[in-house]
């Protein structure tokens, strides 16, 4: 009977996969993390400098509280102090570290080197200015976690076309995968849980302060006031396809169905909230975990673009 157990637990962990999921995952993050950096890029010394909107000091002196090993970028800041640099200068190699992180990623180029990077960039950015991240912020840094431990390069990498590395075993690219898939489940779970415990979303007054309220009134009050009859509707739908999530998502039958009721949903919030970023990485998320077999032709024709490309520059240095 034991032995039973450890036997489906091992193949539900490490059931073999292909690595589609980890190129989804890699160029995904890898376009968040760089449109991060260019929506950023007229206001980064603004929002992170020590004498900016909200002094970064404080706010690090908060993360300190919790533990003293928490990325930050005064770690950065202090090492180009010694060096000579003044601190713009050090914020503003950052910035395009980071952003050059997000484009070896996107093309698979030194993927492990640029996974560590951008997660250790962006996690100092984001704990250094805590009152004003949001959700897109967290799941960025968990995103790139994963794709910081997990087995790169995939074989879309331009580094699996220019090293010839083996392939991964798929067993690994099952358990990575899979661990993904239960984060995401008890993520959406929990939001959805948290919802239905209060009344607010079941009314739609949780609906209309979402899009009523400044920075995120993409839509005009009295656009949203015209459907307050639908209001309530879209909470409740809410809830029920958060909380649902990880139970209909698993099943063959039902997959389709609710993650194109997810990917809906996220897309509804970048349109009527202007939550683009946000979106977008929840998007790949989902994609990269439980639907990576979408992007099966799109990859190949990628595949066929850099190795055609590859193969006419060698042709040109061998003349």
């Not at 560590?116 to 704990?127: G, M, N």
Request: aromatic share 12%; with cysteine.
């Amino acid at each position: 009977m034991l032995n039973d157990w450890r036997g489906h637990v091992a193949r539900f962990l490490f059931q073999p996969e292909s690595d589609q999921w980890l190129a989804w995952l890699r160029v995904g993050l890898g376009l968040g993390v760089t449109l991060y950096c260019v929506s950023l890029r007229a206001d980064w010394n603004y929002l992170f400098a020590a004498s900016g909107l909200i002094s970064r000091d404080l706010t690090e002196a908060i993360v300190l509280r919790d533990s003293i090993m928490t990325p930050r970028l005064s770690w950065f800041s202090d090492l180009g102090h010694y060096a000579g640099l003044a601190e713009n200068t050090t914020i503003l190699v950052l910035s395009i570290c980071l952003f050059c992180a997000g484009l070896l990623l996107m093309i698979g180029l030194f993927s492990r080197t640029a996974a560590v990077v951008a997660w250790l960039l962006h996690l100092c950015a984001v704990k250094s200015i805590g009152f004003m991240t949001y959700g897109v912020d967290n799941f960025t840094t968990i995103g790139l976690f994963y794709l910081m431990l997990a087995p790169l390069p995939d074989k879309y990498a331009l580094d699996y076309r220019l090293r010839k590395l083996p392939e991964k075993d798929p067993r690994r690219h099952g358990f990575h995968r899979r661990v993904l898939q239960l984060h995401l489940c008890l993520v959406y779970f929990v939001a959805g849980l948290s919802k239905c415990l209060g009344k607010d979303w079941w009314d739609g007054s949780s609906m209309w302060r979402a899009l009523t309220r400044p920075p995120f009134d993409v839509l005009s009050p009295e656009t949203v006031a015209s459907c307050g009859r639908l209001l309530p509707l879209v909470g409740i739908s809410v809830c029920l396809i958060e909380t649902s999530y990880p139970f209909l998502i698993w099943s063959r039958k039902t997959r389709v169905i609710w993650l194109t009721l997810v990917l809906t949903m996220h897309i509804g919030i970048g349109l009527t909230m202007g939550l683009y970023l946000f979106s977008l990485i929840m998007i790949v998320l989902n994609l990269a975990a439980f639907a990576p077999n979408l992007s099966t032709r799109f990859l190949e024709r990628w595949r066929s673009w850099w190795g055609g490309n590859l193969e006419a520059v060698a042709a040109l240095g061998n003349k």
